[in-house]
């Protein structure tokens, strides 16, 4: 959420704002709300000068009791009388006002990084850099269930049957591979300074609003019937919440967590045949890092964070690249985004393993996660960033590391989580 003075004093680089990510139709709503927050504060102004005056007129009338003169002292009440009720509905009014504004500042984006590239959507994203060599093999690489099958290691008919679609069952090798990422990748990030956190995985909805927009809410959250909850779509939603009303002494900062939780999605809208299996699905584990730092540091941090993820992907061989996501594919509270793409062999081209966020103070403003500086009190800002995110990390490892005979090679990094493995071999 932008500062409302920012707003009032810059209205045209907000206008241009909503121009470069798309959102046109908002474009009235900067006037609406400049005009909303002029009403508030002379409300505001009014109230305060009779709450001021009513001290003054109290004391008036005391001393005129004192006096004997009780019916200048009556005239006087009256006027303290019309003077409550005016209060009372400058008092209202402020409220009402208050509400249209943060109703209306809740939906306007955040100012993007200028080294944003402009774009619509996805399809506009710039890549930045590769990292390793892609590799398509000589030999037929099956759909990713069906490797898995090979290993008795996935059960989606089962799932279907328990849950529905969109969940899964993994078993035996897949399962034990699933859980040595997510270990790999929890001591990958506590070797390199991040403290370990396992959070709550249900949210208050006052904590779901801090974190993101109205629409990624409706489009992502579950919410608990009949109690103010919503299970976690991303650790980093409970990890950003831990800071909500805090006032953080400056020489603490940054603040560097890793998270690990499973995550609940509901993943709407319909998904093309490359997003079957365990692609695109309503319940995962992850591994996340978030940082909350001085707004000066955030550059800074978000290419840490965002390398850090290349770099376990190194570790394990698979070829990773990343993307500058364009104006028009950032959601309303970031600043700037890189996603990293890992390369799928069987598909020939990278698809999304993780997505790096610098959100600036937006999220910060929205939970009152305040900074106590030297020259005062400012707002934080937060970053996030996947560390890796099984099973669909499992389709690029699996791909990448599948030999001609169905076996697959297990990586120096996880062999030590996989009972010293060095190769899965298939069942099937």
Same mark, same amino acid.
């Given at each position: ?16 704002? =909503? ?7 908002? =474009? ?7 005009? *909303? ?19 003054? #007129? ?118 034990? *591979? ?33 974190? +993101?927009?109205?629409?990624? +809410? ?12 919503? *299970? ?48 695109? #699905? ?15 540091? !955030? ?5 840490? *964070? ?20 364009? !104006? ?30 610098? =959100? ?37 490892? =699996? ?30």
């Amino acid at each position: 959420m932008l500062d409302m003075k920012f707003v009032r004093e810059n209205p045209d680089i907000v206008k241009q704002n =909503l121009k470069n990510k798309f959102q046109e139709e908002k =474009l009235p709503l900067v006037d609406e709300v400049i005009e *909303l927050d002029q009403r508030s504060r002379a409300a505001k102004q009014e109230a305060d000068e009779l709450r001021s005056n009513r001290n003054k #007129i109290s004391k008036q009338i005391g001393a005129l009791m004192a006096q004997g003169k009780k019916d200048e002292a009556e005239e006087i009440k009256k006027q303290v009388t019309a003077n409550s009720e005016r209060l009372a509905e400058l008092e209202k009014l402020e409220d009402e006002l208050t509400g249209k504004i943060t109703e209306i500042m809740m939906t306007i984006p955040n100012i993007i990084d200028p080294s944003v590239p402009i774009g619509k959507d996805d399809s506009e994203n710039v890549e930045v850099t590769r990292y390793g060599e892609p590799v398509v093999p000589d030999f037929e690489i099956p759909y990713h269930t069906e490797i898995m099958e090979r290993f008795n290691g996935i059960d989606l008919d089962a799932a279907g049957r328990v849950a529905g679609n969109g969940f899964y069952y993994l078993m035996g090798d897949i399962a034990r *591979l699933h859980s040595a990422v997510i270990s790999y990748a929890r001591d990958f990030m506590i070797d390199r300074g991040f403290t370990y956190c396992v959070p709550p995985f249900m949210i208050r909805s006052n904590v779901v609003t801090g974190v +993101m927009s109205f629409a990624e +809410m409706d489009a992502m959250m579950y919410k608990i019937e009949g109690e103010d909850l919503y *299970l976690i779509g991303t650790s980093e939603h409970s990890m950003i919440g831990k800071f909500i009303d805090t006032i953080i002494d400056e020489d603490t900062l940054p603040r560097t967590l890793t998270s690990y939780s499973p995550c609940f999605r509901k993943e709407k809208g319909a998904h093309g045949i490359e997003e079957r299996g365990v692609y695109r #699905i309503h319940q995962f584990e992850k591994q996340e890092m978030i940082v909350v730092c001085k707004p000066e540091d !955030s550059p800074m941090w978000f290419d840490k *964070l965002w390398q850090n993820t290349v770099d376990l992907f190194r570790s394990m061989d698979i070829p990773v690249r990343t993307l500058e996501c364009c !104006s028009g594919d950032l959601a309303d509270l970031k600043v700037k985004s890189f996603d990293v793409e890992a390369w799928s062999p069987r598909q020939k081209k990278y698809f999304e393993v993780g997505s790096c966020s610098n =959100l600036g103070d937006a999220q910060a403003r929205r939970l009152k996660i305040r900074v106590n500086g030297k020259d005062g009190k400012y707002f934080a800002h937060t970053l996030n960033n996947t560390v890796v995110a099984p099973p669909r990390m499992l389709i690029a490892f =699996l791909e990448n590391n599948l030999n001609a005979d169905g076996s697959v090679n297990i990586p120096e990094v996880l062999r030590p989580y996989m009972g010293n493995k060095d190769k899965l071999v298939p069942v099937k």
